[in-house]
Structure formats: C-alpha cells, structure tokens
C-alpha cells in the first residue's frame, strides 16, 4: 500500500483492437475485449469496493466485496473476474449489492483486532477505507469464540525480516500477497497453508520469512490491504506526509519510486506503478536499502592533508575548493597541461556527469576524463557502434514480453537486474523458450517453475568460439533471413563474414574441445534461436569483461541481424547495464576520445560546437584512459586526479597497482558519500550528496532518461553538481548553473540525440527513451525499426583469439566473478543497511569435485593465489560450478576479489577481463599477507578521521596517527 492512492482499477489493463460496449449505471463505456466489470466501472469513475482485487495482479474472486447486479443475469458474479459482454447492463449500487457487501464486511471485522487507532497502517489501510465504503455501523456477531487475533489464538508476529513484520492476526486472507509472490515477482516463496478457518499465510513451509526463499521485493508487501505485512519504517516513524517522484540509485534498471517522505525524513521507498521501467515492481535493494543516506559513516564536512600518511584537517567548502584549485595548477605548471585528470560516476545523475567531462576538458584543456564504464560495458560501446550505429541497446524492457525465444549471455538477471529478471521470467512461464549461456548454473537454468531448453555451460574466456559456433550453424543450415540482410545490411561485409564463419574450424564439433560445451547441445540451441519466432538476446559484464569483449558484442550484433531479430517488439541486442547511471554516463562524453553524444574528439566540426558553447579551444587528442592514468602516474607524468562517486581502488583489477598508481599522484581528490577505499589515499576530500540529496536525471540500460527529485537537502549543503561547478569557479572557469535543468538544456543543445530532452518534457512524458529529437518527439523506445543509426548494418569478423590467461600446474583452475542480489558492485551503499544479513561476505564458489581434491569442506577458509596476488575466502561448495572453475562476488573491500585479478584487458577497450584468471585455490589458516596489510591500513586511516561525538557531531579536528 502507498501513501499516495493512486487509481487502482482493480483488474489488469488488457490490449485488444475489439472494443466491448456496454452500460454501467446507467452510463455507456467501451473497453478493450477481455477487460473485467470492475476495471470498466473504474474508467467511468465508478469505484467498486474491493479486498482481494488489484489493478497488478490477475483476478481472483474471492473476497466478494466486489459483488455487482446484472441484468439477466442470476445472483451477484464477482466483478472482478466477470468480463464485459456487448451489450451488458450493469449496476454496482443498490440496496441488496449494500446489503451483500456489509454482510462480507461484518464477517472481516468480526475476526479481526480492532486496533485501528495503534496499528500502523491507521490511516492507510484498505479494510478500513471499505468498512467505510460499505456503510459498515456494527458488528453482529460479536469478538467471542474461535477468532485469529486474541492472546490465546492469535500465531506469533514473524519480525525475522529486517524491512518488514508479517502480522499473520490481521490477515484477512485474500491470497494478494501469495498472488503477487507468483505473479509479479516470481517466486513463488508464500503459500496458504491449513484449510477453511485455519487458513493462514506461510513462507516457504511455515518458515520465518529470513528462512524462506522470500527474495524481500517488497511485492507482498505492497500488495497487502491491511496491516499484516507493513514496513517497520512505518509501524517506527508512522504515516508519511507527502511523496516525491525518484529514480533508484543502483542497477541500470532504474525503477522509479515514490519516496514517502516526513518532514526531511524518509519513511519509505514505494515503487512507482507509472514507472515505465519496473511498473510498480521493486528488488531489496530499491524497495528497502536506501538507509545508507543517512547513516552514520557519513562524511559532510570538506577535508585536506597533505599526506596520506597524515590525519585529515577538516576545513570549510572555500578553503577546501581553493586548495583543491591551487593543487591542479601547481601540478599543471609543474608537470604540463596533460597531468592531470578525472573520473566521471555512473551512480551520479546525467547533468553532474557532463559537468565533470566538461571541467576536465574546458578547465583542464585536455581529455583525460573516463568512467566506469571502462571497466565495464565500454565493448558495448564499440561493438555496437561498429555493427549497428550506436552505442546502447535497441530495445524497451516491455519488449521481453513479446520474445519467443530468449537468450542470456554472460548474465544474471535475477541477481544484477531483479526487477527486469522478474519480467523475464514471466515471460518464460507464459511460454517463450530459453537459452542460457554461462559458466554457472544461474537461477534461471533450473527452478520450478522456469528452466532453460539450453544451458550452453561453457568454459570461461571462449565467448568468440560460442558465438561463432552458433553463427556457423546458423549459416550452413540456411537459417539467415537473406530478405532482410539484403535489404537492411551491407552485402559485402555479410558476404566476408558468412564465408568466415562457415569454415570448419568455427564448427560446433571443432570449438567442442575448446568451450567445453556438446556440439549436439549447440546445434539445437542455434536452430532455436534462429527459427524459434521472436528472438531476442541480452547479455551482461560476462560478455564484456573479457579479453575479446568487443569481438563477443560484435558476434552477437551478427547473430541478431543474420537472422532479421532486429527493429521490433520481442528481439534486439540488450546490453544489461550495471550501475543506475551506466549509459548516462557514456551518453554525456566520459569516455577520453568520445564528447557528448558519442562523437569523437578528432571531428573539427563537432568540437567548434563546444568550443563555440563553452568559450575555450578543446584539445583534438584523446586523452587517458583509466588504465593508462595508472601507469603514467607510475611512471610521473600523471599527477593529480579528480574521482566524483568512483572507487577504483575496489573495483578495478590488479588491487596492488592500483594503489600503488594512487600512492605516486602528488593530489587525489575524492568526492564520495563515505571514505571508500579510493578515498584513504586521497589528499582532499569533498562531501557527495546521495540520490535523495539532489535533483536530475538517470538514463537506463533501455536509453531511459528519467527524473531524479530531491528528496531532503543535502547533508553537507550541496549536490555534487554544485560542488564541481565550484571547483571550475575556483579555477577560474565561470559555471553559473542555477539549476541542474539548466545543465540539461546545454546538453540537449549540444547532443542530437537528446535535442527534445527537458525537465518540462519529461514532466509531461514520465521518462523519455533517447533518440528524442526533431524526428522522435516522444522519444525511441524501439530502435533500427526502418534503417540502423549508421544506414546499413555491418557484419564484422569474429575471429577467436584464445586470452593470454592460462591455466598450468600452478595456478589450474579459472576464477570468474559476478554480483548477488542482496549487495551492489563495491557495497559501499548496501554494506551499510540490513541486506548484509543475507550476504555479509564474499565468498569462493567451487565444484565438490575440486573442493574433494583439495581437501577443503564447506566454510573453510581457502588461499586463492594467481599470478597478480593472494587473498583468503570462505568456501561455498556447490554444484552450481563446473570442474574447473571458481567463482566470487567482490562486495566486501576486505575480501580482496580484486587483488587476484589481472591487467588482462579487451583489446579494442581495455576492459578488464575480470572473468577469467587462472588460480589455485587451497585451505589456509590465516588471511592473506595482503588482507593483513589492508587492515592495518584502514585501522589507520579511520584514525586519521576527525573524531565525532555519539550524537556523529564534530568532537575536534585533529587525532594523531
């Protein structure tokens, strides 16, 4: 339930070009055929009164509130499940449907706690609002005898679930909960369970809700009319006051909420049933793990040292922003325009990306800005750019729903994109078919209620040999769609590559030695993909993260266009973006040799428009990509650096280089919410403000651009925007934004694709799918529908080239890594909120076969050694990984997922290929010499922190070491 009542119209919306006429109380409506009474009756504004029905669910019929009288027809069908017929003559009020529905009230009532003035949803619940609808004035038949809610009858509260409390004496049994387990989420974790009076709602079997398979969406939830299941926010804080409009802050799903707000204090996160990404749907994360934005950990006051060695001064914003300023352009005069840099953040909005792009270019005068990305999704970027014209996914995530055949690479949606991952899998249930391609047995290969046709489990590293195997059946079974490669793709390239792939060696039976996986089992899933209907691919950091990440992109581009899967609803290439601002960050011109817009810094013409806008000469190079800072800092050529809401330190590869690249720069400048791992070896430190501190815009991994609304002021007096807009002034460098929209609009001046893009247009659309210009006013949720970006499609050659990381007899096994669920990329958010209960550290999946070989036993502690460093984990043993191959998450900054992988990187990006380093993995005693090291560093560096009171007020400025 939601603060904000929006209409619920009680049963599903439902498309059809057949329109049903028929009268309601007198007044004619016409509604799409397969439409309910109760949903009809609520488009003419003629509410019926309801408990088990809701506009997210399917109906059910069984509170029978919703009773309605139609004539010629006996007694009074539920409206909920009765269906418009031509013709039909309704009524939903009189003195018998009054009478009825009192009666079904009195029943409720009688076996339920009249605690309305200390309940928690007083003021907000739905059985109050009907008993008030309904004329309910008594209640007959008393509170004696068998009920569910005195002390001698009533089941215990379950408060196990750290968001929410499961009150099972004020369930009224209306399956909403159960339903929206199955329905909107996926799994099927609620059952009722007993019979008749006994019946009661259940977690798994009768379990608390923390031992159940809950995944805590929040769905159940939300669906619940009363008190039964609340959120412990409320039930502590009470009833909000207003709601604001935001966009989540972690994975390129960005689902819009609602954020139901008490003076400056959240109460809860609600999902936003009009968001066009997750459409009133939530994961643990957005739903309940936004307490991090206030928490303790904190830092809101500027600070400086000289030294990393040394104990932070805290300072005021001027005196921090001027030595911030003073320190660049000592190291520029010192050292040459190019000594410097900064790093751009995929968690901050669009307008502070492209100001931190626009800082380094037109303050630095050079282009050594990156982002995250580039260890990430920048093979997206290239390969895509390449094969079709622009660097992001072609589809709406809606479009899942009309795929037939669907194939995930390299992906894990139920854990990285939940709420997408639900969608899909309701997808899977309605019958679209399956294929999976990974390492791992990921949850959608097998559950009971989804499974794959094909798992392609297949060796790390051989992603290019997968794909050409698929491509070369397809090819030499004459499955290509030679109408739409002739009339939408370039021949000649089609022509090379179709010679290519259909060589021998690019054979299923041929790459079977090399990818592990039975050359039967890819046949059949080629064939699938290729005549199975609809077909549609998504991938994630499995494709990119490899050494020929941009080659795997490019592959699967072939594969979609080979087969016409391109330029409708139900297929496309879908790129699975990690972080909330992932794509945005790309679109605003973070990347070294790309301005805003993807257009390369070499073009004299693109760069006159920004020189003409920002009022300076741009440099024509590209600059320094993220793992070329490191080695010329190593080398001291590379100076100083300016990080905004990035953690290198953490999450990119080669931990130990990393450092020691950070440790050479002469002034590193932070700006973070809490002193992450980058941050201990910062000389200057300016607060960050969360997403619920500023206004702006997110931009998804379907080229959503969606609002980002200030929920409180922020804790340290300025959003990010303002704080890079200060230092440009402090430099020198007039910014005078008043507002981030005004930012906006200088982006859309300047991007063509985001010419139509402003606050006023997304008030009036809700969010807007880019290209959004002249030629799409209401934006471009499906993309290549007529023509790709570039004219014609290109085919590319996909050549295997095997990665230079390989096993031996030292280090024999592969580690590959990935995300979960509970936790998000380095866990600085999520680490500091309850969802540390399901996953409070990383640790190392392994086969039992090779856990038997090596004596290790569930939960000991195991050494994983590879040629870049050691670091100790627990072990998992599990048959979700294949002989061979280990796995882990990298969450936790002490378990060091990171020291052990390599500067392998892609060859066209640099993108780290975090999927495959060879290690050996045995049992061990004591942490790594590494972890040891980390300890006492952070120990110091917490020391080195001003000192707070218990209240976390300033105690005073300076500790010693």
């Known amino acids: 339930m939601s603060l904000a009542r929006e209409t619920d119209y009680g049963t599903p919306a439902r498309q059809s070009e057949q329109l049903v006429s028929l009268t309601i109380d007198g007044l004619e409506v016409s509604v799409p055929a397969g439409t ?39 007694g009074y069908p539920a409206s909920c499940t009765t269906l418009v017929e031509p013709g039909m003559r309704v009524r939903t009020q009189s003195s018998k449907l009054a009478e009825l529905r009192r009666g079904v009230m009195e029943l ?28 309910l004035r008594e209640v007959r038949y008393g509170m004696e005898g068998a009920n569910h809610f005195d002390s001698a009858s009533a089941m215990c509260k379950d408060e196990s679930n750290p968001y929410f409390t499961y009150d099972p004496s004020k369930c009224i049994v209306c399956n909403r909960c159960v339903r929206a387990c199955e329905e909107t989420q996926g799994t099927f974790a609620l059952t009722i369970s007993g019979r008749g009076f006994e019946s009661r709602v259940s977690p798994g079997e009768s379990q608390p809700f923390m031992e159940s398979e809950c995944v805590s969406c929040g769905a159940c939830v939300q669906a619940c009319p009363t008190a039964t299941l609340m959120e412990k926010t409320v039930i502590e804080k009470g009833q909000a006051e207003k709601s604001v409009v935001t966009t989540c802050a972690y994975c390129g799903v960005g689902c819009s909420f609602k954020a139901e707000v008490k003076g400056n204090e959240v109460v809860r996160m609600v999902p936003h049933k009009d968001g066009g990404a997750n459409h009133g749907h939530s994961c643990v994360k957005g739903r309940f793990a936004w307490g991090y934005a206030t928490h303790a950990d904190r830092i809101t006051s500027p600070m400086i040292r000289a030294s990393i060695d040394e104990p932070w001064r805290e300072v005021s914003w001027e005196e921090a922003l001027s030595h911030a300023a003073s320190e660049l352009r000592r190291i520029q005069a010192k050292h040459g325009r190019g000594a410097i840099g900064g790093i751009t953040s995929s968690r901050c909005t669009n307008e502070e990306t492209y100001l931190v792009q626009k800082l380094v270019r037109a303050v630095f005068g050079n282009n050594n800005v990156d982002t995250c990305a580039r260890v990430c999704h920048s093979p997206t970027g290239y390969g895509l750019k390449q094969t079709l014209g622009e660097s992001a996914g072609t589809q709406t995530f809606d479009s899942v729903m009309e795929a037939d055949v669907i194939m995930v690479i390299g992906a894990n949606p139920t854990e990285g994109h939940p709420v997408f991952g639900s969608q899909l899998k309701r997808r899977i249930r309605e019958g679209a078919r399956l294929i999976v391609v990974d390492p791992r047995s990921i949850e959608l290969v097998k559950t009971p209620h989804v499974a794959a046709d094909h798992h392609l489990k297949l060796m790390p590293g051989t992603n290019v040999a997968i794909v050409n195997a698929l491509a070369h059946v397809i090819v030499t079974e004459g499955l290509v769609d030679e109408a739409f490669v002739r009339e939408r793709c370039e021949l000649p390239s089609f022509e090379m590559w179709r010679t290519f792939v259909a060589q021998p060696e690019n054979s299923p039976e041929a790459t079977e030695a090399v990818t592990g996986v039975p050359a039967e089992a890819v046949r059949q899933a080629a064939r699938l993909y290729a005549t199975g209907g609809n077909a549609a691919i998504y991938y994630g950091l499995g494709v990119t993260e490899h050494s020929q990440g941009s080659t795997t992109v490019m592959g699967i581009a072939n594969l979609a266009m080979a087969t016409g ?58 600059g320094l990509r993220i793992p070329n800072m490191f080695e010329a800092a190593l080398d001291g050529s590379y100076r100083g650096m300016y990080i905004e809401g990035e953690d290198i330190v953490q999450s990119d590869p080669n931990t130990q280089h990393v450092e020691a690249a950070l440790r050479a720069m002469e002034c590193v400048i932070v700006q973070d919410l809490f002193l992450n791992e980058t941050a201990k070896f910062a000389h200057i430190f ?276």
């Open 36 to 74: 309910s009474v109760m949903r009809a009756a609520q488009e003419l504004g003629n509410a019926i009164p309801k408990l088990c029905a809701t506009d997210s669910l399917e109906p059910f019929g069984s509170c029978r509130l919703c009773l309605v009288e139609i004539e010629g027809r006996r």
């Open 108 to 135: 409720y009532i009688s076996d339920h706690p009249l605690d309305c003035l200390t309940c928690g949803a007083n003021g907000n619940c739905e059985l109050q609002d009907m008993a008030g609808v309904v004329g």
């Open 565 to 622: 899967n391109v330029g409708r609803m139900g297929v496309g290439v879908n790129p699975l973006r990690g972080q909330n601002n992932v794509q945005g960050s790309c679109d605003m011109g973070s990347f070294p040799h790309e301005l805003p817009g993807y257009r390369h810094v070499s073009d004299s013409t693109v760069r006159q428009q920004f020189e003409a806008a920002w009022g300076v000469t741009l440099d024509a190079e590209p």
């Open 686 to 961: 300016l607060p960050g403000s969360s997403f619920l501190e500023k206004d702006g815009t997110f931009t998804n991994a379907e080229r959503r651009i969606s609002r980002v609304r200030k929920v409180m002021p922020p804790l340290a007096g300025y959003a990010d925007w303002e704080v890079t807009q200060a230092l440009a002034n402090a430099l020198g460098y007039p910014m005078q934004y008043r507002d981030p929209s005004e930012i906006m609009d200088e982006i859309a001046r300047l991007t063509p694709t985001f010419h139509g893009v402003s606050y006023a247009r997304l008030e009036e659309l809700g969010s807007i799918q880019w290209p959004c210009n002249e030629a799409a006013p209401q934006g471009t949720p499906i993309m290549h529908i007529d023509a790709f970006v570039r004219g014609k499609g290109r085919f590319m050659p996909t050549q295997y080239v095997p990665t230079e990381e390989r096993v031996n007899a030292r280090y024999p096994l592969i580690l590959t890594t990935g995300r979960i669920l509970s936790q998000y990329n380095v866990g600085a958010q999520t680490r500091r909120t309850a969802n540390s209960m399901w996953h409070g550290e990383d640790r190392l999946e392994i086969h039992p076969h090779d856990a038997e070989e090596r004596g290790i036993t569930e939960g000991d502690w195991v050494g994983i050694a590879s040629r870049a460093g050691e670091t100790v984990l627990r072990a998992t043993i599990t048959e979700r990984m294949q002989p061979g191959v280990v796995y882990t998450t990298f969450h936790f900054p002490e378990s060091g997922a990171n020291v052990i992988t390599t500067d392998n990187s892609d060859w066209a990006t640099n993108c780290p290929e975090y999927k495959v380093t060879a290690v050996q993995v045995l049992p061990v005693t004591q942490p790594a010499e590494w972890q040891q090291r980390h300890r006492s560093f952070t120990e110091a560096q917490l020391r080195f922190l001003p000192q707070r009171d218990s209240q976390g007020g300033k105690k005073h400025d300076k500790v010693q070491a």
